[in-house]
């Protein structure tokens, strides 16, 4: 099992840039796909980006791809999503999630461990 615990969220304008961390538990971190996925009031949760186990696969949401860059420190425990250039429309919830094996995923069902999500708030 695999604990998450998301940070970095916060405030700014569009445009700017912010940094997602996401740290996990447990010793086997480099054998799971991480996710981050990204839920908005009154819409349902939804995929933004997922990297491989070593870091070697990545794959984006249209919605983000160019300006988002997911990557991961196994050393470290942690899985990052680097945001630029960023829109009003990028305002939400931000959760990172772990799936087993090696498969990228962009479904929602497709991993097991969520963490608690941190807030991303962008001002036009």
């Known amino acids: 099992q695999v604990q998450l615990v998301e940070s970095g969220g916060g405030l700014l304008q569009a445009g700017g840039s912010l940094r997602l961390s996401c740290a996990a538990s447990?010793?086997?971190?480099?054998?799971?796909?991480m996710g981050w996925f990204r839920q908005a009031p009154g819409k349902e949760r939804e995929f933004v980006a997922s990297?491989?186990?070593?870091?070697?696969?990545?794959y984006y949401a249209d919605s983000v791809k160019g300006r988002f860059t997911i990557s991961r420190d196994n050393a470290k425990n942690t899985v990052y999503l680097q945001m630029n250039s960023l829109k009003p429309e990028d305002a939400a919830i931000y959760y990172c999630?772990?799936?087993?094996?090696?498969?990228?995923?962009?479904?929602?069902?497709?991993?097991?461990?969520w963490g608690q999500g941190t807030q991303v708030t962008v001002s036009s």
């Open positions: 990297i491989s186990p070593r870091g070697g696969s990545v």
């Open positions: 447990g010793r086997t971190f480099s054998s799971y796909v």
């Open positions: 999630a772990a799936r087993t094996g090696r498969t990228l995923s962009s479904l929602n069902s497709g991993y097991e461990y």
